[in-house]
């Protein structure tokens, strides 16, 4: 069970990121996010850090004996 939790909230945190993301340049509508730049500036910070969240949760699970 370790590092799970890292790879799960990891991988959420890449995919709302990327849906941010590519709300706020404007190719999905029907938001109130849609072609607003905070949310296109938000989203791939989340993405990084979804990245490093995995990786630390890749890590702790290879740390397995």
Not at 27 to 55: C, E, I, K, N, Q
């Amino acid at each position: 069970m370790r590092g799970w939790l890292r790879l799960t909230l990891g991988l959420l945190a890449v995919v709302v990121g990327a849906v941010w993301t590519v709300q706020g340049l404007g190719y999905v509508g029907g938001s109130v996010m849609t072609d607003r730049r905070v949310w296109a500036l938000l989203g791939p910070v989340l993405v990084l850090f979804g990245l490093a969240t995995l990786w630390y949760g890749l890590r702790a699970r290879r740390r397995r004996p």
